[in-house]
Every structure is written in C-alpha cells, then in structure tokens.
C-alpha cells in the first residue's frame, strides 16, 4: 500500500477539534501503520531539509539544494506537515530562473534556507542533477511542478478534506481556478480566494486586510500566486502571522488551471521548453527573462558544474592513490 493511500484514509478519520486546532501527528489519532512509520525512518528522507517534522534527502543544484521526491510523495509529505503540529512550513517550487536570481538575492536565498521543501518546477533542473554524477551517485527523480501540484492537491482535498485557499494571480484566475478544481473534483475545500488589488499591495492597510481574509478562512494550505520571487518572499515574511500550517508559491498556477493561458502540451513540457512556450504568449516580459538572463546563466552553470564534477573526481581517484 503506498504513502499516500494510507494517508487518505488516515486523514479521512482525521477531524478537527471544536476549537479549530489541528491534531498533532497521525500517531496522535491511534494510527500506526507501516508505511507511515516507513516514511519517518527511509533512508529516502535522510536528514537534509529539517522540517521538525521530518526529513528529506536533498540534491544539490547551483545555489539550491532540491527534495529528491516525486509528486505523490510530495502530496503525502505536505499532508504530514499539516498534521504534525502548528509550526509553520512554506514549499518552494524552484526552476532555473529561482537559480539565476539565487545568485545575489540574500532574502530569496533565506526562502530556500528555510523551506521544507524546495521542489524541482522545471526539467532543465531535473536534468542539472543528473549531469557529471559521480558513480552511485543519482539525480532528482522527477519533476514536479507547481502547477501539477495544484492539481493533485486539490485531487487530495476530494478526499482528505484539506483546505485550500487561493491567494493572488491575475482578476478572476483564482475564482476560476475555484470553479474548475470544484467541478473536476467533488468535494475539494476551497475554504477561500483574494486577488489583491495591484495598486493597494504595498499598502500597510492591504497587507493587514489579506492577512485578516487568510486567517478568518482558516485553510490547511495557502497557494500564493504573486509571481517570483515576490510571493516567496512575501511567505517568508508573513507565515508566522496566517496561521496556516503549509504555504507554497505557485506563479502563474491560477491563469493556467482556470484556462486563462494555455499550457504548453505535455510534449513541450517532457522535452523541457514549458518556457520557451510562455515566452511565445508573453514575449514583452519574458523575453528578458529567459533569453537575456537564464540561458547565459545556464551556460555558466554547466560549466561551473562540470569543473565541480572534475575536482570531485580528481580527489576520489588521488584518495585512491593514496590508499
């Protein structure tokens, strides 16, 4: 039986106490199975990302260390940490672009610092971790990407009862989102959406007042579609304050889900060029972006890489010599 199959029906019994606070833990409801006990000892999850929850293995790529996990197990990971207590944890979706701006960015590099999880959005990550291995050595099993988590989340909402509140992208995106996620699965919580108006955002008052309208819904996860690396950021800064056990930047998740720009096909997206078709529907603002900043950057990357790879190399086999 996998992971996440015992959490749904874990997290089915699971209820909330009269006064809205969460149960600490699934062993704390009677539960103790296997698979559960399995994921808190797996040498899969060995101490890297310190959760206070639990631990994930991580690989290193660039500025960024990534959760070796794949998407269902990422769907059970995030249900765990709403269940284990009322500390806070935010999820990072990191792509190529993350890495660029990781570079010099000390407040976004605090964002992957401190998140739970730092998942692979984007192949040529993916494809990064799998270069110049060392033997033995493996790279991130798959991608996963925000916009996909979405999806599957709410597909565990149908199930679990987890609440969802959708936070930010463009007028009307996180309504219709709403509406297609209720529709494609029956009985996904969507306890709220807020799409703050763009001319108030940096407003003491408009922060106070999206703060208020998070915190009176109460949701389990809190998927903030401002746009990198403004949204992490704004994570960062405010989850202490929400009262939400999981926060998790989502993009442009919200424009995509409710069909207000097309997605690339799965053909696209398998062969790593999600972006080039973004930048085809939005050239004005992603041209910059992805020809003039991230594909020079990953240039430089790969080279830096390789010359990691070597050095590695070269200590291993003089170590040998040694011995």
């Known amino acids: 039986m996998s992971i996440l199959n015992t959490i749904d029906r874990t997290v089915a019994r699971a209820q909330r106490v009269s006064d809205g606070t969460r149960l600490d833990g699934l062993k704390s409801i009677g539960i103790d199975t296997p698979d559960i006990d399995l994921l808190e000892r797996s040498s899969s999850y060995a101490p890297r990302h310190n959760t206070n929850a639990f631990d994930v293995e991580t690989i290193k790529v660039g ?23 009322t500390t806070p944890h935010h999820v990072v979706t990191g792509n190529l672009d993350h890495l660029y701006r990781l570079e010099n960015d000390e407040e976004f590099q605090q964002v992957y610092r401190s998140a739970s999880l730092v998942l692979p959005d984007g192949m040529p990550v993916v494809w990064l971790s799998r270069l110049f291995r060392l033997a033995g050595e493996q790279g991130l099993p798959e991608r996963v990407a925000g916009s996909d988590l979405l999806i599957e989340l ?50 003491a008052e408009e922060q106070d007042q999206i703060r208020k309208i998070v915190r009176a819904a109460n949701p389990d996860i ?29 993009g442009g998740s919200f424009e995509m889900a409710s069909g207000m720009v097309a997605r690339a096909p799965k053909l696209i997206q398998m062969l790593g060029m999600e972006w080039a078709f973004r930048m ?44």
Request: proline share 5%; with cysteine.
């Open 63 to 85: 500025g960024a260390s990534f959760s070796a996990i794949k998407m269902q197990d990422a769907v059970a990971f995030i249900t765990l940490l709403i269940q284990k207590g």
């Open 154 to 203: 709410a597909r565990h909402s149908s199930i679990s009862g987890i609440r969802l509140f959708l936070l930010g992208g463009e007028p009307g995106a996180a309504d219709g989102t709403r509406a297609v996620l209720e529709n494609r699965f029956p009985g996904c919580v969507i306890c709220g959406t807020y799409c703050p108006p763009r001319h108030l955002f940096n407003t």
């Open 222 to 250: 809190l998927l903030v579609a401002f746009g990198a690396p403004k949204q992490e950021k704004w994570i960062l800064r405010n989850k202490a304050l929400l009262g939400v056990p999981v926060l998790m930047g989502v």
């Open 280 to 323: 085809l529907q939005d050239p004005g603002r992603l041209w910059r972006r992805y020809i003039g900043n991230n594909l020079p950057f990953l240039f430089r990357l790969l080279v830096r890489t390789l010359q990691e790879r070597r050095a590695s190399t070269d200590r291993l086999v003089s170590r040998g010599e040694r011995l």
